[in-house]
């Protein structure tokens, strides 16, 4: 038996680079995060509402 998944390799692949950058973002030591807060929290704040939003979207289509 087999389980078929609906979603082509393309839109996994998407999602995967999608959650990657999200989990980037996150500020510990060893991730960008923490580099950018610490550069600039408005850059930070901007790059993690677009990666949120592109998570979000890669996960609802």
């Known amino acids: 038996m087999q389980i078929r998944i609906k979603t082509s390799e393309t839109e996994l692949k998407h999602l995967l680079i999608a959650w990657l950058a999200f989990f980037n973002m996150i500020p510990i030591s060893v991730l960008d995060g923490r580099k950018v807060m610490a550069w600039s929290r ?10 949120i939003v592109v998570l979000v979207m890669s996960i609802m289509i």
């Open 42 to 51: 408005r850059v930070y704040g901007v790059a993690l509402g677009i990666a």
